[in-house]
């Protein structure tokens, strides 16, 4: 562990200091765990502007101006300091007219994963790349250590951090999940649908734990060419990605009476089958000299993904300041879980069986209290059994 320099704390270090949380000691262990988030722009970043609004929304949340100390006993905890943007704020100089603005920004993203933030100072930081590429005239990239928390916070606090086109003063409007009222006059039949779910849930739960624990000891995936690797920081990665148009999701789903997290698993399925089926036939040619066939993946492939889940009793995104109240149930953190989520590998003639088998998987997943289950694994477990969890998913 890199040890920690001198630091400036606040006078009311006594009051404010506070230990991390269980899940957001997981993410120092056994590797540093970050969130890397890339945001396109209309227009050129002005670093003294952006500066400046980071200065009045970002920082005024106590875990973006907080230190990680490490006490004598081994508990961490934040400790508040006072923060130099310069050393968060990154502007490098760069060439208008590179040959090939996308990958740069891609092969940038993907080197900001090889260098950890210094403790030294609040875990963030942001660069700003003002070059323009095919969907953005400029990009700003953000590096958060993901025990100052999960998707849900961030996404709130940076909806937070912006305004509306037609109201300058105000926040965007954070869209609220309809929740239908539950009818009390159901009758006998709907008791005993009512009852059926609850032996199903119970059923589930089960299942996926026996599953989870046996993940953890002995039950591993298929050797693929997807299959991850230790150590961690011998691994080659880099972030490519691609734009798609969310009404035409929205229209597969509608149509297919799914949901749109299913359309994105089928769509998953779909490139992993189709990369994975075109390695194992460069494999034959390459071993065998076998000709081109149309099907070369082996059967029973197994294929889980670490699918990290919200728990919170509040679902969806919510204003930031609702978040920061005590009492509310959008609390702020890693109010997350991790679900094994298994990924059919095949080949189908219509592509629509992919959407289907993941709303078959997807409707699984949703009958089962495996997240809240992790979960309370990841607060009460010991160390030991953490540091376990963490090598077997990377495995």
């Not at 760069?94 to 603005?101: A, C, F």
């Not at 951090?161 to 239908?180: F, W």
């Not at 789903?253 to 990369?275: C, E, H, P, R």
Request: proline share 6%; hydrophobic share 40%; with cysteine.
């Amino acid at each position: 562990m890199e040890r920690l320099r001198a630091i400036r704390v606040s006078k009311d270090d006594s009051e404010d200091s506070q230990p991390l949380s269980p899940v957001a000691r997981v993410f120092h262990q056994p590797h540093n765990v970050y969130i890397i988030i890339m945001m396109g722009f209309k227009t050129p970043i002005n670093p003294l502007s952006f500066k400046f609004s980071l200065r009045h929304s970002l920082l005024k949340h106590p875990r973006f101006s907080s230190l990680h100390v490490v006490e004598k006993d081994g508990e961490m905890r934040w400790v508040r300091t006072e923060v130099n943007l310069d050393n968060h704020v990154r502007v490098p100089v760069l060439d208008p007219k590179m040959e090939s603005p996308d990958k740069f920004v891609e092969d940038y993203a993907s080197n900001l994963t090889k260098t950890p933030i210094s403790k030294s100072i609040p875990l963030w930081d942001v660069h700003l790349l003002n070059v323009k590429t095919s969907e953005a005239e400029s990009t700003g990239l953000f590096r958060i250590h993901h025990s100052l928390g999960d998707g849900i916070s961030l996404m709130s606090l940076i909806l937070s951090c912006t305004r509306k086109v037609s109201d300058p003063e105000a926040c965007p409007t954070i869209p609220t999940i309809k929740r239908r009222n539950p009818s009390n006059s159901g009758g006998f039949w709907e008791f005993l649908l009512k009852l059926w779910w609850l032996v199903l849930l119970c059923w589930n739960t089960i299942v996926d734990g026996l599953i989870f624990l046996g993940t953890i000891f002995f039950l591993e995936d298929t050797k693929t060419p997807l299959r991850g690797s230790l150590p961690l920081e011998a691994t080659q990665r880099r972030f490519v990605h691609r734009t798609i148009s969310l009404n035409d999701v929205k229209f597969l789903k509608n149509v297919m009476g799914t949901t749109i997290n299913d359309v994105m698993v089928a769509i998953t399925q779909a490139g992993l089958s189709s990369y994975l089926n075109r390695k194992y036939d460069d494999d034959k040619k390459d071993n065998k000299g076998a000709e081109e066939n149309n099907n070369n993946l082996p059967n029973n492939i197994r294929l889980r993904a670490a699918l990290m889940v919200n728990v919170r009793p509040s679902a969806g995104i919510q204003a930031f300041d609702d978040m920061m109240k005590r009492d509310s149930e959008a609390r702020w953190g890693n109010q997350i879980a991790c679900v094994l989520l298994p990924f059919t590998i095949a080949l189908h003639d219509d592509p629509l069986d992919y959407v289907r088998n993941a709303k078959v998987v997807g409707d699984r997943k949703k009958a089962t209290l495996e997240a809240k289950l992790n979960y309370l694994v990841a607060i009460f477990s010991p160390k030991y059994f953490i540091d376990k969890v963490n090598f077997s998913l990377i495995q």
